[in-house]
T-cell receptor, first 113, second 108 residues
Framework: DTGVSQDPRHKITKRGQNVTFRCDPI?????LYWYRQTLGQGPEFLTY????????KSRLLSDRFSAERPKGSFSTLEIQRTEQGDSAMYLCASSAGLGYGYTFGSGTRLTVV | EDQVTQSPEALRLQEGESSSLNCSYTVSGLRGLFWYRQDPGKGPEFLFT???AGEEKEKERLKATLTKKESFLHITAPKPEDSATYLC?????????FGTGTRLQVFP
């Protein structure tokens, strides 16, 4: 296993369009996290899964955002009706459990024009 | 409220000039303090985890220390390849809360 994979690396979309990102975590990690990072800021928590259960969502995650992790494997993050304020790097991370370090993917950079 | 503050925001060092980065935190029940390195356009790369006051960890030119209120990342004799943003995070409940990072530039 080579780490956490995210696809695509870059996405440019027009305002109002829907986009979906994919994350493949390290296979033996049962926790999967989504973060958002804007320029000059640290990553901000969006949501996390333990296996297939979504256990916490940040108030940053408006109803236009939805995340899934079917069968506790890969995860998808969908943004509906994108806005310019959604432009950011979306990072996925996985972890073996509470207190363990996160392994991050390289991120998906979203630009909404 | 759980919070992480990093200083300075940016740091320019000459190659070989040692310095320290600061991370101060407030968290209810620290379950771990993490240091990450992030290069432009990439995801954060794990460096260290510290769990209790007095703990220290080292890796090459980097040394991380932890007190009850803050952590320091000491960089000894840095090289240009150490240029990156260094992020500090605390484990709060079930997630990591990050600071805004220190952008380090080391020039020859």
């Amino acid at each position: 296993d080579t780490g956490v994979s995210q696809d695509p690396r870059h996405k440019i979309t027009k305002r109002g369009q829907n986009v979906t990102f994919r994350c493949d975590p390290i296979s033996e990690h049962n926790r999967l996290y989504w973060y958002r990072q804007t320029l000059g800021q640290g990553p901000e928590f969006l949501t996390y899964f333990q296996n297939e259960a979504q256990l916490e969502k940040s108030r940053l995650l408006s109803d236009r955002f939805s995340a899934e992790r079917p069968k506790g494997s890969f995860s998808t993050l969908e943004i509906q009706r994108t806005e310019q304020g959604d432009s950011a790097m979306y990072l996925c991370a996985s972890s073996a459990g509470l207190g363990y370090g996160y392994t991050f993917g390289s991120g998906t950079r979203l630009t909404v024009v | 409220e759980d919070q992480v503050t990093q200083s300075p925001e940016a740091l320019r060092l000459q190659e070989g000039e040692s310095s320290s980065l600061n991370c101060s935190y407030t968290v209810s029940g620290l379950r771990g303090l993490f240091w990450y390195r992030q290069d432009p356009g990439k995801g954060p790369e794990f460096l260290f985890t510290l769990y209790s006051a007095g703990e220290e960890k080292e890796k090459e030119r980097l040394k991380a220390t932890l007190t009850k209120k803050e952590s320091f990342l000491h960089i000894t004799a840095p090289k240009p390849e150490d240029s990156a943003t260094y992020l500090c995070a605390v484990q709060a409940a079930d997630k990591l809360i990050f600071g805004t990072g220190t952008r380090l530039q080391v020039f020859p």
